[in-house]
Nanobody, 124 residues
């Protein structure tokens, strides 16, 4: 089992930045891929970004390319999502998820572990 805990959400204005963190505990000795997802009220959970175990492979949704950057520090067991130039459309609950597979996937059901989420609110 891997336990995930997100932090870093908050209320910001359009154009501002936030950095989200996803801290892992438990079965972290086995490599895992991490994805960030977000969910707005009344909408399905949407893939935002993913990163491989070694951090060399990353993937972004088209809507966040050039604005968001995912990274990880395996020594700290933490994955980060740097979000710049935030827009109203970025608002929602952000979740990190993990899977013990080497391939990044955009499908939520293919992740085995989920955090509780952190709220990001963007005011325009």
């Amino acid at each position: 089992q891997v336990q995930l805990l997100e932090s870093g959400g908050g209320v910001v204005q359009a154009g501002d930045s936030l950095r989200l963190s996803c801290a892992a505990s438990g079965r972290t000795d086995t490599s895992y891929t991490v994805g960030w997802f977000r969910q707005a009220p009344g909408k399905e959970r949407q893939f935002v970004s993913g990163i491989s175990w070694g951090g060399k492979t990353t993937y972004y949704a088209d809507s966040v390319k050039g604005r968001f950057t995912i990274s990880r520090d395996n020594a700290q067991k933490t994955v980060y999502l740097q979000m710049n130039s935030l827009e109203a459309e970025d608002m929602g609950v952000y979740y990190c998820a993990a899977r013990h597979r080497p391939i990044i996937t955009t499908t939520p059901s293919e992740y085995n572990y989920w955090g509780q989420g952190t709220q990001v609110t963007v005011s325009s």
